[in-house]
């Protein structure tokens, strides 16, 4: 068992919101744990902003991304007032920042010189209880808390089972899940079968926080994650080019 790296969990939460919003599947995956309607319908996004918790890190990661508006090219940021500068980076735009779990914070964001004010709350601490092994034809029972124990809007488990073909440099996914939780739930059993069995498994559990205005998802992201399998270091290198694949492939549909 490895902690996923914080960066490739970015990627994990793009690509389940995305796969929901633009997906016409209700299904829950046969869990009944929770809602299955997804937050929002990202197809209707102009922007994406996002404040998401770097694990095992003190700072967390600011992202804004184009989605379906124009190109950024000037961006602006205040968080209580303050100017925060932001880095573009193959047309994402990034910063770290320190926030104080559970509180609520204002955020004035300019893009392309439309503004956006708007007040969102940091999820709590997340510490999840991950098993030291999975077995997909057993399934796992995974337990966490939140520091302090306060809802956030939406709890998201997701799972994905995935090879990589060494041969062509390329990796499969096999399987793709999510279910959404009912916010006050503390523990999700995996059912058996729920992954097949492949070289690598990859779960997350997710807590955020959002709101849509004018064209802006703006979403505030507590994220844990983890991956089952193969130790060999040159494979998992290459979860970076599975995950940046994967968000580009869900969110082309």
Same mark, same amino acid.
């Given at each position: ?106 955020? &004035? ?6 503004? /956006? !004010? %708007?007040? =969102?709350?940091?999820?709590?601490? *997340? ?65 058996? &079968? ?6 690598? /498994? !990859? %779960?997350? =559990?997710?807590?955020?926080?959002? *709101? ?42």
């Amino acid at each position: 068992m490895k902690k996923l790296n914080w960066l490739l969990v970015f990627f994990l939460i793009l690509s389940a919101m995305f796969v929901v919003g633009c997906s016409d599947d209700d299904d829950d995956n046969g869990n009944g744990n929770g809602p299955t309607d997804p937050p929002f319908e990202p197809e209707e996004a102009d922007y994406f902003f996002s404040v998401m918790d770097m694990e095992d890190r003190d700072e967390f990661l600011i992202v804004v991304y184009e989605y379906e508006g124009d190109p950024i090219t000037n961006l602006n940021l205040l968080i209580n007032g303050s100017a925060v500068e932001l880095e573009n980076m193959y047309d994402v735009w990034m910063t770290t920042y320190s926030f104080n779990y559970a509180q609520t914070y204002n955020f &004035n964001l300019s893009i392309n010189r439309q503004d /956006y !004010d %708007f007040n =969102l709350k940091i999820p709590a601490n *997340l510490d999840v209880d991950w098993p030291d092994e999975y077995n997909p034809t057993e399934g796992m029972v995974v337990n966490w808390t939140l520091n302090p124990n306060e809802n956030s809007m939406i709890q998201e488990f997701a799972g994905s089972s995935w090879i990589w073909h060494e041969d062509t440099w390329e990796y499969e996914i096999i399987d793709d899940k999510w279910v959404f939780l009912e916010p006050s739930v503390r523990s999700f059993s995996v059912p058996a &079968n729920w992954l097949s069995v492949q070289e690598e /498994y !990859d %779960f997350a =559990l997710l807590e955020y926080n959002f *709101l849509e205005e004018n064209g802006l998802i703006a979403a505030a992201m507590e994220i844990s994650g983890v991956t089952y399998g193969d130790d060999d270091d040159n494979l998992r290198q290459n979860l970076m080019f599975k995950f940046n694949e994967h968000v580009y492939r869900t969110i082309t549909k």
